[in-house]
């Protein structure tokens, strides 16, 4: 994954709260393999009541609603916004599973206040470096997790930097299930 | 430093700890359901085998057909991908037809996969019910699976600490459903965001394992990735004999189990405490589970126009008397023999006015369940008896509730459409759910329970 620097442009927005993973993406669409693309699925059913979730082509920041992404673990719901291009999602806060599933998608969830949410106006430039949004208006900080800060900046996988514990892994293995026989099946 | 029972299980599993607080935790359990493919996918992609194999259990659950064969070949398709990575990779598999299949938050316990002290992942936000045992067991994304899968580790920065305390008895009919969503209404959907959850206090010691287990299950509908009850005689009764639970190191293990206890000054991020005897037998009234109240009272005035809208209801209409199409038993959540015997006192010699499924949450405790005859008494209120699976909590095996359908329900969320499009998902416990369907309407089920045993 190649790591995330700034995106810029107009967002879209979905002010609603508790807009959970299961309206992200209905359930029925999850068996496709991701090569297929998850964009058309996104926000599929709650598109024919909701105008909002109506999301226009080519927007790539979503500003949301509180606890955005709560609900069903299911990682589609992440691969629904990237495929249909969302880089960046703006909220007052997220689920905590759909969160990180996001950094490991190279999605950024930035978390900020309703009061700074409502101030942005007009393309936005969301810094990820600086953890700032630019907007018409002026500036606006947002926060997230340094690790995830990190981590989404430079597109790091967690796989490859495991695999540098491998001796540590092994080692700890012997002694826990030396200490716990039961934790071996 | 005095510790908490979160903190004693976390440090028992730091393999390596990170400057920047990241620690990387070992894995004792991890359950891949059909919703793998894409964690598969990834691991293939990488050329990787599962590394360790012996410590990863398949369980077709998600897609599980509950009446005969598979309503679609795309459903087929996702329970034969499931058999096809479980043997490839040398996994046990509890598969269509196993004797041991069921809901993976249902037979991880039931088979002694699960035990206190243990850290537990699967792909699937509910994995906190597992906690129940006092183990630290919380849901992840494919990404994390697929690195479980490669490692048998995760990356994990530590929650923040929360404890709810409920102390007191629990009223007649009030059940650790109603304490969930009592508490959720309580704190809303986000309040255990970011934290570990530990239950404590008399009412949830007094709960049975099955109770702690619908506790720990909703943890994650009040935003807590993590529930927990610290280990105790029940769980050691319920562990005890189980195929996978120690037999050797019993003695060592129940006394290390025992142990696991947050210390006496612990200090918690985030303390909560609620009065058992001030908890209803509670349902949901919107498309939110912390959208709800006591049956005893009405739609809240201020009710989100959008949630009315979509449930068809009124601001400031009683709870009681809303009338049901159909009612489920099953999921999780709701669907052990507890449960089961807890719907069965309520519809005992009683008929159903509405149609209804029941879906046990194991194989196992479909046979039990006939074998203490709870079967003939749903079949004769007018209920369908089916097959485990996860079924009609998320409508993937084709079981869902038609649009517009209002449907009483035992599972854990009622958010739009996860019935099925269009469906309204009201929340409640199994014995509130029998009586929904006795009624043909949310019904307080505290008097059709007098002169029965509950
Ligand atoms: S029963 Fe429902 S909540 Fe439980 S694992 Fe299955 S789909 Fe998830």
Redesign the pocket.
Known sequence: MSGFTDVTGIPARLPLENVDTDQLIPARFMSRPRSEGYGPFLLHDMRETEPAARLPEGAEILIAGRNFGCG?SREAAVYALVDFGIRAVLAPSFGDIFASNAVNNGLLPARMSQDALDLLDGPLRVDLAGAVVHHAGGAEPFEIDPVWQTKLLNGWDDIDLTIQHRDDIAAFKTRHHAAHPWART | MSRSLFDKVWAAHVIHAREDGTDLLWVDRHFV?EGSHHAFRKLAARGLPVAEPGLTFGVT??YAPTRGEPASEDIAGMIRTLSTNAQTHGLQHFAMGDPRQG???VIGPEQGLTLPGLVIVCG???TSTHGAFGAIAFGIGATDVSHVLATQTIWQKRPKSMRITVDGALGAGVTAKDVALAWISRLGTGGAQGHAIEYAGSAIRGLSMEGRLTLC?MSIEGGGRFGMVAPDEVTLNYVKGRPFAPSDTWEKAAAHWLSLQSDDDAAFDREVTLNAADIAPTVTWGTSPDQAGPITGMVPMDAARDALDYMGLEAGKPLDGIAVDQVFI????NARIEDLRAAAAVLRGRTAKVPGLVSPGSAQIKKQAEDEGLDRIFVQAGLEWVASG??M??G?NGDIVAPGKRCAST???NFKGRQGPGARTHLMSPAMVAAAAVTGALTDVRPLLEGREA
């Open positions: 069903s | 359901h659950d998600h809901i993976v938050h699937d936000s509910h299950n099953g999921s999780c959540t996860c079924s909590c998320v993937m599972t854990n969320r």
